[in-house]
């Protein structure tokens, strides 16, 4: 795919055998909790996958992509690398992470499929780094929304981290900055559509995604990277077909934000790229893009000696860095 097809108007796991290494579950749908969540009142009948949804992602590997990206950042547009990690893996309902023994949960086993996305850029002399999780729910009925998104931004002035947990219908936030005029922060934010939850839900079902007018919260790294205040914004989203991509775009008027995203038609709807256009410190409108590089299927967490470096470079990555 030519990168000129890109730059249009467009950005596990039961553990078996210790807490060292990951492993995928075997499960599907069907153990997903009926409780309410999310903008549910009430418990509807849950979301099933399909049979060659659960093949794809609950053969006990996860789906890695590389990315080439060229991002906004103090006025220019810096070079780096993108990996979008996609896993499925089995979730506590009461504490809100990964459950160590999933058979022996119960109804506290929640199914949900894990994004994990991690930024490789250097900006002068020194360099960013920041990571992206966002945990899905399969059964996107009765739990509409991501049940908790986690992120962090480290470079050579500092580190600051976001954490939201869906707690009690709303969300449940801790940010954490270096910076004075953010410092440490703790508050509720009501439901709404949430940018770090789209991730997921394009690649569990695309027609999910809310189309026209909407309220979003958007990106915690795109809240961290341009200091704006971690609150919810008025946009429209729109899912568009152009010559056989979707293209799914959000418009976010009072950021001067537009962002997009470009994935398959057919399952499994792997996203090809994105773009990310708003203004940066000096108010001038740079475009933050990604374009896909390869991808694969792979058990990862069993993959962490030296002999396997060179998968690396069959990802297209860096040797030493992402």
Known sequence: MKKSFFLFSIVALAIAGG????????NGTNNASKEPSGLNTKAVAPYTTDAAWNKYWFDGKAE????????????EIHEGTVVNIFV????????????????AAGTDKLPILKFNQSFKFVTGVYP?????SSFQPLDIN??????????????????ASFQMNLLKGRFNIESRSYFESEGDKDFDLEMVVQEDELWNQIRINPNTLPKGAIKILPGSLYLRLSH???EAVNA????????GIMVYIIDMPSLNRKLSFRFEKSFPYKIWGWEDAYPGFDGKILTTTAIRKTDMMLDYWRTHNNEHRILREQLGLPKDTQ
């Open 19 to 26: 807490l060292h290494g990951c492993q995928q579950s075997a």
């Open 228 to 230: 704006k205040p971690l």
């Open 142 to 159: 009765n739990y509409p929304h991501a049940v908790k998104i986690t992120s962090s931004v480290q470079e050579w002035c500092g580190m």
């Open 88 to 103: 499925t893996e089995d979730f506590s309902k009461e504490k809100q992470v990964k459950l160590d023994n999933s058979s």
């Open 236 to 243: 429209t989203a729109d899912l568009r077909d152009e010559n």
């Open 64 to 75: 890695l992509t590389s990315y080439t990206l060229m991002q906004n950042r103090y006025g």
């Open 128 to 132: 960013y780094s920041l990571m992206l």
